[in-house]
C-alpha cells in the first residue's frame, strides 16, 4: 500500500508557488492548467484547483478562511524555527510558535488556503518520550 496527498486550493500557481517555497517541493507532472504534481515528500502531492463554495465531502462546501480539518499534515523537519522562517516567507500564517516538548520542537501554521500543518522536529526519543515506564 502506499498513499499521496491531495490539497484543494481555490489557485494552483499560487499553491504551487507556496509549496515549492515554502517546502521545497518540485514540480513533477502539470495536468492541464488546474492540476499540479509536486515531488520531495515521501509521497506525491497533488494540487487540485477546486473552487471556493463548490461541493467537496458529504456536502461541504470548501472554503479557503482558516478552517478545522481532523486531517492535517506534519511536516517533519530538522530545524523548526528555520523551517518556520521559510514557511512564513512563502506566506504561511503563524498560529502557534516554536515551542519545545517532550517528543521534540513543534510550530503550528496554515497555508495561505486555510489548510492547517504542524512542522516538527523529534528529539531523539520521539513520541517514546510520551511513554509511561511499563
Known sequence: MSFLLNIDVPDVAKATTF?????GLTVGRRFGADFVELNGWPAPVYLLTK????????????????????????????DVDAAVARALAAGAILEVGARDAP??????LADPFGHGFCLLAFSAQGYDALLGSS
Request: hydrophobic share 35%; net charge neutral; glycine share 12%.
Open 19 to 23: 509549496y515549492t517555497e515554502a517546502f
Open 51 to 78: 473552487q471556493a463554495g463548490t461541493v467537496g465531502a458529504g456536502g461541504d462546501r470548501r472554503r479557503y478562511e482558516r478552517h478545522w480539518t481532523p486531517v492535517h499534515i506534519d511536516v517533519v523537519v530538522d
Open 103 to 108: 517528543y521534540g520542537r513543534i510550530a503550528m
